[in-house]
């Protein structure tokens, strides 16, 4: 259970994290550099949050 844990909260900080990359990426003026930051940084978020979801929904379950 502790894996699980730490596992869920390393997701959740990186989600965060890339939530701030691309609040910042979105501010830079249009180029290719914002546009592949932009969809790296959207691609990371929503794979941590859908990941973070998916152990957050089986460990309540397991309740």
Not at 3 to 20: C, D, E, N, Q, Y
Not at 27 to 54: D, E, F, H, Y
């Amino acid at each position: 259970m502790r894996r699980v844990r730490i596992t869920f909260w390393v997701l959740v900080m990186t989600a965060v994290i890339s939530t701030g990359v691309l609040m910042n990426a979105l501010k830079w003026s249009a180029g290719s550099a914002a546009g592949i930051t932009v969809g790296v940084a959207g691609l990371v978020t929503a794979v941590a949050l859908a990941l973070a979801a998916r152990i957050l929904v089986v460990v309540s379950r397991g309740r």
